[in-house]
């Protein structure tokens, strides 16, 4: 289940970030390793909400700072 | 020019909006005419833009309250499918001299027309970043430039506009949304009718080209901005005000 979501969070931000997959792993940052803005983040988000159907308030949103912090918090909000 | 667009018209049941909501759809463009309290003049405003071969629909919402600019921007998407242009133009005043504004008259104004602004624009992004594209247009006021007695809170709330228009203009510019206002000067209203002649020269004298402003120029310069011609346009206020501020 963990894998599964890790395999689609990472598909979208490849797509989304246009990064190397190997860069994409649980401990990168958005900000610092995949070189996403503050706004790229934002619509990240936006994408994993549609994907994941759910809804990350502001607050949540801004928790999530690695890829890791985004799958887990799908992983136990679903 | 802006067939297939879908506008979102705050405040569209009279006066300058009405007159924006008919000009954008007479070039084309889908219109959601929002109003607060008058259905049967928004409702005159879808027909009069379904007899020009347009979409339209009226739907209520207090642009002050989150939840009802939510529902509106929602209501929008599930209708027309997109929205390609916000006009922020709804707006109330509650005139009085510093010495005699009540804290409720200033709170009033600053939450429909600069909260609401803030709320409308914040709605709408999320579809707009989706689109990758979008036209925002905050109508100001030349008194949030040139200041005014007796408009302290409307004033705030306009220069506050110009300011948010310049942020926002520069926070959204990298998804290709660009965020415009317009400030019109004297128009010629229902209110500016019953003036006499002499406090109309009053005005004149003002106004460098010599006469009022109609809604349908600021609605002109609302088309210009919601429309690709102005793509290379973002974070500026255009005046419609026939040169009186400067």
């Known amino acids: 289940m963990a894998q599964e979501t890790f395999d689609r969070i990472k598909e979208i931000i490849v797509e989304r970030l246009d990064v190397d997959e190997a860069k994409v792993t649980e401990e990168a940052s958005f900000k610092d390793d995949l070189e996403a803005d503050s706004l790229d983040v934002v619509e990240l988000v936006m994408e994993l ?13 801004e928790k999530i700072q690695t890829v890791g912090d985004a799958v887990n918090y799908i992983n136990s909000n679903q | 020019m802006l067939e297939g667009k879908v506008a979102l018209v705050t405040g569209a049941s009279r006066g ?3 007159a924006i909501a008919l000009e954008l759809a ?16 928004a409702d005159a405003v879808v027909k ?4 020009l071969g347009q979409k339209a629909i009226a ?15 929602k209501e929008t998407t599930e209708q027309f499918g997109s929205i390609d242009i916000l006009v922020n133009n709804a707006g109330i005043t509650r005139d009085n001299l ?11 104004v600053i939450n429909t027309n600069l909260k609401g602004v803030f709320n409308c624009i914040k709605a709408v992004t999320r579809p707009m970043m989706k689109q990758r594209g979008g036209k925002i247009i905050n109508l100001t006021s030349v008194v949030g430039v040139s200041g005014n007695p007796g408009q302290t809170n409307y004033v705030a709330a306009k220069a506050g506009v110009i300011g948010m228009t310049k942020s926002v203009a520069k926070e959204l510019a990298s998804r290709h949304i660009n965020v415009n206002a317009v400030a019109p000067g004297f128009i010629s209203t229902d209110m500016t009718d019953e003036l ?4 109309k020269q009053g005005m004149y004298d003002l106004i460098p080209l010599n006469r009022l ?26 005046h419609v005000d026939g040169g009186m501020v400067m």
């Open chain 2, 196 to 199: 006499s002649d002499e406090a």
């Open chain 2, 26 to 41: 007479q070039n084309g463009a889908n219109v959601v005419v929002n109003y607060a309290g008058s259905k049967s003049r």
């Open chain 2, 59 to 73: 739907i209520q919402a207090n642009v002050s309250e989150v939840d009802n600019v939510k529902q509106l921007v």
């Open chain 2, 16 to 18: 300058i909006g009405r």
């Open chain 1, 49 to 61: 909400e549609d994907e994941f159907d759910m809804e990350i308030s502001d607050e949540d949103a």
């Open chain 2, 213 to 238: 402003g109609e809604v349908e120029d600021v609605a002109r310069a609302v088309r210009f901005l919601a429309s690709n011609d102005s793509d290379y346009i973002t974070g500026q206020t255009i």
């Open chain 2, 98 to 108: 510093l010495m005699r504004m009540k804290e409720s008259e200033f709170d009033d």
């Open chain 2, 48 to 51: 009069e833009i379904e007899e």
